[in-house]
């Protein structure tokens, strides 16, 4: 039986329970095949929810660095709190990593 | 070439931007609030919420049509807000969670029971006065989370408990003169329903509520609030005839307009919480009970006490205790 599509949050929360860190473009690349074609599906949808998780302390910055056109880029990843959050993904949908930091 | 710590201290700056923009969004959210209320306040003076009556069958049938016609007005904004931006899929995706069956269980509270007390304190004390008792909500939510989160309280929150109780006396102390809310009591009395189920609504959301897209979770939860008003309470509470009369009236118009306040504000006050961080989005909030004050005195012909915006000015000023350390509030740097 496929998965169910979660909602787009509840998917950013589950990839970044690998533990490791993802700016906003590196989390559209990843999700792109699940959410392409949407109208939310935008970058700027994107980083606002990124921010919007930080802000509720689900995420954290872990990089800040300037890339090839000296544009600031941020990197995310799970929080302690975030990842305890993983309980409430549905059925199906377990974190990635086993625990956090592992 | 721009080093880590230039790319730190421009990311300070980009932060601190976004926090004082942050706040602007949070007075956006209590002045609509404040204008949402007093706008309500406004569609009583049209038939069939016009009715002067003190049988309580009648007031709660008035303040459950109007309830339900707010929430109706609210989510029927917010859908297509959430259709405009591509987010409609996610009301079925978000409702097949477990967060988003608690925004659902949150909506009876925030919705029915909260709404129906808050309609009935505008309908019989008016809305300055309703919107300044129920701006302490979030002290209720800070005792419930004592008993059902096993919370601790720090002294500073106990202050602002207090005072948000010092501050409800003092508005209630004297009503407004003439007799134009014959059960002003009555209508504190029931605005403190709301404050009740907005704080149990609060503690809810500790479970979960914050993984939701919070523009989809509102939407769910105006429109949880909707159906369960139509379905149950109207004809619960003979309110069914009531608020299909009231499409037909000058309050229609009162009534969608408030719902889109209510809309906008919650809009700004999830930005607000993204941009600034909860402490201080809910302390711009609250002060919805001062922008009360002025739109009401804007707008209609209620009378301002002396005790009624003292008490406001009390119970805002403990609330904001109750959300945060003032001096974090102030510190934008810690967002």
Known sequence: MAQQVLPLRFRILHLLSDNESYSVDEVMEALKTEYMGEGQFTRPLMAVHLQSLKAVGILEHSEVYFNEKDELMTKFKITEYGFSRLSYLPKGWNPIAKSFGA | ?335
Not at chain 2, 103 to 110: Q, W
Not at chain 2, 238 to 264: D, K, R, S
Request: charged share 10%; hydrophobic share 55%; net charge neutral.
């Open chain 2, 1 to 335: 070439m721009r080093t880590q710590i230039d790319a730190k201290k421009m990311l300070e700056q980009h932060e601190l931007g976004h926090a004082k923009k942050g706040l602007v969004w949070g007075v956006i959210s209590g002045a609509t609030w404040g204008l949402d209320g007093v706008i309500w306040g406004m569609a009583y003076m049209f038939l069939p919420f016009a009715i002067e009556s003190d049988v309580l069958k009648v007031i709660i049938a008035v303040s459950v049509a109007s309830a339900a016609m707010h929430d109706g007005f609210s989510g029927f904004w917010l859908f297509w807000y959430n259709l405009f931006t591509g987010r409609w899929k996610e009301y079925i995706r978000t409702l097949r969670t477990k967060p988003g069956m608690i925004v659902c269980l949150g909506a009876l509270f925030g919705g029915p029971i909260a709404m129906t007390g808050y309609s009935a304190g505008i309908m019989l004390a008016g809305a300055s006065y309703a919107l300044a008792v129920t701006a302490m909500y979030p002290a209720v939510g800070a005792i419930l989370a004592v008993f059902i989160l096993k919370e601790k309280i720090v002294p500073r929150v106990y202050i602002g408990i207090a005072m948000c109780i010092l501050g409800a006396v003092v508005v209630n102390w004297t009503p407004p003169a003439g007799d134009a809310y014959p059960m002003f009591y009555l209508g504190m009395g029931l605005s403190l329903l709301a404050t009740f189920g907005w704080g149990v609504e609060g503690v809810l959301a500790a479970y979960g509520m914050d993984m939701a897209d919070p523009d989809v979770a509102i939407g769910i939860r105006q429109a949880t609030s909707f159906v369960v008003y139509f379905v149950l309470i109207l004809p619960v509470f003979a309110g069914t005839a009531l608020f299909f009369e009231a499409f037909t009236t000058g309050a229609l118009g009162y009534m969608a307009l408030a719902g889109l306040m209510g809309a906008i504000s919650y809009l700004a006050w999830y930005r607000a919480i993204n941009m600034t961080g909860v402490g201080r989005a809910m302390a711009f909030n609250v002060t919805y009970a001062l922008w009360a004050i002025v739109f009401g005195y804007l707008l209609t012909d209620i009378e301002i006490t002396t005790n009624l915006v003292v008490g406001a000015l009390i119970i805002t000023g403990g609330t904001i205790l109750v959300l945060a350390n003032p001096k974090e509030l102030l510190n934008l740097r810690k967002v």
